[in-house]
């Protein structure tokens, strides 16, 4: 009896859960967002200082499908260019050099861009980019296809976006 209740309960909250996440591509700050096989969680940027030059962009991609997709190329108005960024020793030096190829999202796996890794880099931003605002970027995909997505801006040393970002304690560094 009590399974019973408990059971309704959590399909009562799954049901509420499932309502709301389908209203997500409405809203600027989407928490989640389904396209084709492809799911994009967790986008944020970051706060820049006067006169920065670049910006970085982040979120988690899984590809719940069968085939590899790849991340082709970003655009948003905030910058001039916009490239897909990876992360590489040089030597001793730790840099980061563009994926001319672009980010393969292979099947059935999340590919993490985050800071110090995988990364969608502005390049020539035309202003500085203020915590708490939202920042429109377009992926495509050579599957999915073109998605639009909205990043808020964080703290400038934020380490994750959506929700967790003020739940979280904050970092030392
Ligand atoms: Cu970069």
Redesign the pocket.
């Given at each position: 009896m009590k399974n019973y209740v408990l059971s309704a309960l959590l399909f009562v909250a799954y049901s509420t859960f499932a309502r709301a996440e389908s209203h997500a591509m409405e809203m600027p700050a989407a928490v989640e967002l389904i396209a084709g096989d492809l799911s994009l969680t967790g986008a944020f940027t970051r706060a820049t200082l006067p006169n920065a030059p670049?910006a970085?962009g982040f979120l988690d991609i899984s590809n719940n499908g069968a085939v590899d997709d790849r991340l082709i190329s970003a655009v948003s108005p905030i910058s001039m260019v916009t490239?897909i960024?990876e992360m590489a020793m040089d030597g001793d030096v730790m840099k980061?050099?563009?994926l001319p190829d672009g980010l393969v999202i292979p099947a059935g796996e999340t590919v993490n861009l985050k800071p110090g890794g995988y990364?969608v880099?502005f390049m020539d931003i035309t202003g500085p980019l203020a915590e708490g605002e939202t920042i429109k970027v377009r992926l495509t995909f050579e599957i999915a296809g073109e998605v639009d997505i909205y990043m808020p801006v964080g703290a400038p040393n934020a380490k994750m976006g959506g929700m967790q970002m003020h739940g979280m304690p904050k970092a030392s560094e």
């Amino acid at each position: 009896m009590k399974n019973y209740v408990l059971s309704a309960l959590l399909f009562v909250a799954y049901s509420t859960f499932a309502r709301a996440e389908s209203h997500a591509m409405e809203m600027p700050a989407a928490v989640e967002l389904i396209a084709g096989d492809l799911s994009l969680t967790g986008a944020f940027t970051r706060a820049t200082l006067p006169n920065a030059p670049v910006a970085g962009g982040f979120l988690d991609i899984s590809n719940n499908g069968a085939v590899d997709d790849r991340l082709i190329s970003a655009v948003s108005p905030i910058s001039m260019v916009t490239q897909i960024h990876e992360m590489a020793m040089d030597g001793d030096v730790m840099k980061m050099r563009e994926l001319p190829d672009g980010l393969v999202i292979p099947a059935g796996e999340t590919v993490n861009l985050k800071p110090g890794g995988y990364h969608v880099m502005f390049m020539d931003i035309t202003g500085p980019l203020a915590e708490g605002e939202t920042i429109k970027v377009r992926l495509t995909f050579e599957i999915a296809g073109e998605v639009d997505i909205y990043m808020p801006v964080g703290a400038p040393n934020a380490k994750m976006g959506g929700m967790q970002m003020h739940g979280m304690p904050k970092a030392s560094e």
